[in-house]
């Protein structure tokens, strides 16, 4: 018998994006950083240490995925930035 497969934060950000039916991610996400470089420029000290945070994450993420994908390869270099970005 197989065990249930335990929810992840992925699976609920596919269920609350699903809930807008014709949404294009991509477009919601440039207008996320947008609005967070914003943020980072204008906002107070808080809002512009959160703002950073969340950048660094996006870029981590989205190295992260190039890698898997094989589109850059794997190096000591990556793997430091990586360490680097991640919280």
Do not use: W
């Amino acid at each position: 018998m197989t065990e249930p497969r335990h929810r992840t934060y992925g699976d609920d950000a596919d269920d609350l994006l699903n809930q807008f039916p014709g949404l294009d991610r991509a477009e919601l996400l440039k207008t996320v950083v947008a609005l967070t470089l914003m943020e980072r420029q204008f906002g107070n000290k808080r809002k512009e240490r959160a703002a950073c945070d969340l950048l660094n994450l996006v870029q981590a993420e989205a190295i992260k995925q190039l890698a898997k994908a094989g589109t850059i390869p794997p190096s000591p270099q990556l793997d430091k930035a990586l360490a680097v970005l991640q919280p």
